[in-house]
């Protein structure tokens, strides 16, 4: 018997429909987008009446002050991260298991408490300058001691708070760094710091530029800081323009000309890198072995580990505490709850929010990959990089002009008056806030999504499971600590946030945040304290969680 081969036939090609996970990520991208649209709309079309006159008269104050505190924050905290991180990844000394991950904790301490303490300390009336006059009997006016409401003295407190994100990139960077080459320079005769400067550093130079990026994006967002040092920013200049000259169209220029600057410096970043890349030839190469310091190196070491630590850390967590034992805030425990239920309140509906966004996005890329699904993804990732103040502004630019054409339009056709229903109120602001911090969200996610293996989504298609199946059953109890990471991380930055908080949220909705701003603005540190400790223990959770990531990497 004979068997003849019969051609199957070919099926054509289905085309496939665009699925849910593109339109959420489009539909993601071009609300985060809005609020950039509406600053740059706002500015062309709303003309300011008073940046006129501010640009004739502190404009060029702005200008140089952010400049000059930002180049003293990338030289203070690029140093500090990038010498600590060397110091513990090379180097085998007593205590150096401890100061590697002490050295995260100054994440914890928002940098406006670290002004507010600084300055209670070493004020004239402070209890440091008061023991300095004791102990040498001397009068105020007869020595000289640095001011510390200055721009240096802002640039010291936003430094120390701001360097562990140079220190953990640079850190993984140097343990990364192939052991070859620092054996070989070590074999030249060149010491620790030579290796240090000469190769070392230019190896991990993305890892460094990316970790002085982010600080100075936070510098460039900071409000509380600049403002109780009395230093004229771009922050301070735009709070000003909307509440104290009440001219939203100067708010909006001002923010766009802010966001031209964020725009430059990520910009130049990427131009002074030209597209090179920094990596060793080879993974095959042995483990590191640290460095044994002992005596006056062992010391050395220690001490330059130690001091970010005790300085960003240290005395500001001590001196709250102290001031919440002795004083604390005076309000009962009923009056005082309100502002601790709206700081979790808020924090917890945009930590879930923001992981629900940036999941779907994240999944949507991962499934159905394209070039309009990753650009979607990227703008949704510009939030971070923009202050709170230009995101407070942006957001309420749509809002009002909403809620107004609402209003006209009821008023025309019913005679009643809607007026307000976005602009002022608790969705406004959790909509601020998933602006400023989607990308974190989204960044922990596709992180995590990173190391799931595609073939376990694969295996579960193969049984017979749906997309959604897969992703359900298999993959999402698998990112689960991604995305318990996001949301902690969220939810502790939402905790700190402070422009953004004071310029959108309704009247009569106060944070942490705000009432340690409104007390430390009027110099009551000591009431301040325990809403400062409450912000603090918050933002030892994404420490803890970081922590946990090092031991495992390490």
Known sequence: MTVEAVPLPRLAPQRRR?????????LAAAAITAPLLALVATAVAVPGASFL???????????ANSALLALLVALMAGSAGAISAWIVSTCDFRGHRVLEVALLLPLAM???????????????????????RSLTGLRYGQYWLPEIRSLPGAAVMLAMVLYPYVYLLCRAAFLQQSVCLLEASRTLGHGLP????????????????????????????DFGTVQHFGVRTFTTGIYEAWFGMDDRGAAAQLSVALLGCVFLLLGLERISRGGRRFHPTTTRHPPLRPVVLRGWKEALAIFACAMPVVLGFGV????????????????TPERFLPFALNSLTLAAITAGLAVTIASVMAWAARMHPSPLRSAANRVAALGYALPGSVIAVGTLVPFGVFDNALDAWMRARFGVSTGLLLSGTMAALVFAYLVRFLAVALSAVESGLARLKPSLFAAARVLGRTPGQAVREVELPLARGA???????VFVDTMKELPATLIVRPFDLDTLAVRIYNLASDERLAEASTAALLIVAAGLLPVIALTRAMRREG
């Open 194 to 221: 030579r290796t240090f400067l000469h190769v070392a550093l230019p190896l991990a130079r993305p890892a460094l530029a990316a970790g002085i990026a982010l600080a100075l994006m936070e510098t460039l967002a």
């Open 316 to 331: 500001p967590a001590g001196a709250l505490a102290w001031l919440a034992v002795t004083s604390g805030d005076p309000l």
């Open 18 to 26: 665009a699925p849910v996970w593109a339109w959420a990520s489009l």
């Open 483 to 489: 995305l318990l990471t996001a949301a902690v991380l």
């Open 53 to 63: 006159h501010i640009a004739t008269t502190t404009l060029p104050d702005m200008l």
């Open 110 to 132: 928002p940098a406006f408490l670290c002004g507010y303490v600084y300055t209670w300390l070493f004020d004239v009336a402070g209890p440091a300058q008061e023991a300095f």
